[in-house]
């Protein structure tokens, strides 16, 4: 074999003999072996927890390497498009793959000016769900009837379909969203309104007179853009591999997204903005101090919620670029924001010790926000719908990718059996 065969194979010993696997290497260098003909060849199955070294695909959406702290959408670093780029345009982006000409954004933003309204039943059936309930539900609920009040978007195998189902998933997830927001506040719904953009639309619509105007309202305006674009796409996370694979049965998107929203909904990936909240509230109430928090951290009580990622392991760009928001925000010496402040000084201390800097646990997208989104007015339980929003042209991207990969195949992963042996069913002599 000569050494550059052997750069694209790597070999693998087994009681039965030798199999030889591809490697494929991505277009920043990543090696990935391929093991198509594993079981057929060995009848081996592989075992991978948590699919931490596992490639379900290949994707060009989005490329993260965590020991550099560097996240890419469509080739553009994060912290170029958060500069230059409007989420609208972020969006487009990710979902088809190149920033937008004037003339495009234009077109696209139209699109979803024309589509944001909701049908009047749809709007009675959102108002009719308990009005208590957890928004993260009742969004996954309407985003899942979607596919029943728009019936004529719904065949995966027809582009033109798809595309539309993308404009009016894009157009009406701010709607959806604030009117379960008003419900919930006991407010009348407010109808989108054309004449504004996509993000001052979702705020007219969440806050009405309420939301601030002059300076601080459009920074606040800018803060929930940006925010929107941290969280665009981050390749196969928790949510986005669950669209695929929902997808991969040919369900249509509204399914496939709605399931995301479900997938995102725990603390473990989406909501741990709404729980970091939860924590900073509960250590500044109980009066614990930073050191004993952390003891109960490290004595595995409890999580430091924000902390830790499975692919960042140095640090997590988008933190970065959102503790700078936060503290335009926030630190202000006429009125300093306490929960920053504590947020602060824990990051601090945690970094000041050695189990999380041994375990390179580092604050991740989570551990900012959700000040950030208080400050704003936004109660707790919505912070997880606006990562929701941030995320859905990132599953958009994801579900129309998979639909046109070759390799693509119905996801149905195997196991490994550890359960009981045949057994003699009781009675059976
Ligand atoms: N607090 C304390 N210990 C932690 C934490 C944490 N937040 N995260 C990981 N560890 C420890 C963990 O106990 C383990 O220690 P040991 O090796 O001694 O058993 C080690 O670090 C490795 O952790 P892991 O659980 O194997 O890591 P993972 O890649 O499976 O989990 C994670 C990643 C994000 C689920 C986890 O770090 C976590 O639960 N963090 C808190 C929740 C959170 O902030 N989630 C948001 C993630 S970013 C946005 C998103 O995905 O939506």
Redesign the pocket.
């Known amino acids: 074999m000569s050494d550059d065969e052997k750069e694209r194979t790597v070999e693998l010993h087994y009681e039965g003999g030798t199999l030889t696997l591809p490697v494929f290497t991505g277009t920043e260098g990543e090696r990935t072996i391929e093991l198509k003909t594993l079981l057929g060849s060995t009848g081996m199955t592989t075992l991978d927890p948590?699919f931490?070294n596992t490639a379900s695909c290949s994707s060009k959406i989005t490329y993260i390497d965590g020991a550099a702290g560097i996240l890419r959408y469509r080739g553009y670093p994060i912290q170029d498009l958060a500069v230059g780029s409007s989420f609208l345009e972020v969006a487009y982006l990710v979902i088809y793959g190149e920033l937008p000409e004037p003339g495009q954004l234009k077109e696209f933003s139209d699109k979803l000016r024309e589509n944001a309204d909701i049908p009047d039943d749809m709007g009675t059936f959102i108002d009719a769900m308990p009005r208590n309930g957890h928004p993260m539900s009742l969004v996954a609920s309407a985003v899942n009837t979607l596919a029943a009040y728009y019936d004529d978007s719904v065949d995966p195998d027809d582009e033109n379909q798809v595309e539309l189902a993308t404009i009016r998933l894009m157009a009406k997830l701010p709607t959806i969203a604030a009117r379960i927001y008003r419900n919930s506040i006991g407010e009348q719904p407010i109808a989108p309104d054309p004449s504004l953009d996509y993000v001052e639309n979702f705020t007219r619509m969440t806050f009405g007179d309420a939301r601030p105007d002059g300076e601080l309202g459009e920074l606040f305006g800018k803060a929930v853009d940006l925010l929107l674009i941290l969280h665009a796409d981050?390749e196969l996370?928790?949510s986005t591999a669950t669209v695929r694979v929902v997808g991969s049965s040919q369900a249509d998107i509204f399914a496939s997204i709605a399931s995301g929203v479900n997938a995102?909904s725990g603390?473990?990936?989406?909501g741990?903005n709404q729980?970091?909240l939860e924590m900073l509230d509960e250590i500044r109430d109980s009066g614990v101090s930073i050191e004993d928090f952390l003891e109960r951290?490290k004595n595995?009580e409890v999580?430091?919620?924000?902390?830790?990622?499975?692919v960042y392991k140095n640090f997590?760009p988008r933190s970065k670029e959102i503790k700078g928001l936060a503290t335009q925000i926030l630190d202000r010496d006429d009125n300093p924001d306490e929960l920053f402040e504590l947020a602060l000084k824990l990051e601090a201390a945690a970094l000041a010790d050695s189990y999380?800097t041994e375990?390179k646990?580092y604050p991740?997208?989570?551990?900012y926000t959700g000040v950030i989104y208080r400050a704003m007015g936004f109660p707790t339980n919505m912070f997880t719908v606006l990562?929701a929003l941030g995320r859905l042209p990132g599953w958009i991207a994801h579900y129309r990718e998979q639909l046109h990969d070759p390799a693509f195949r119905i996801a149905r992963p195997r196991q490994h059996y550890i359960g009981a042996n045949e057994r003699r069913y009781p009675g059976q002599g």
């Not at 603390?267 to 989406?270: A, K, R, T, V």
């Not at 999580?303 to 499975?310: C, D, K, N």
């Open positions: 948590g931490g981050h996370n928790c995102l603390p473990s990936h989406g741990a729980a970091v951290v595995r999580r430091l919620m924000g902390f830790g990622h499975r997590d999380f375990r646990l991740n997208v989570d551990f990562f």
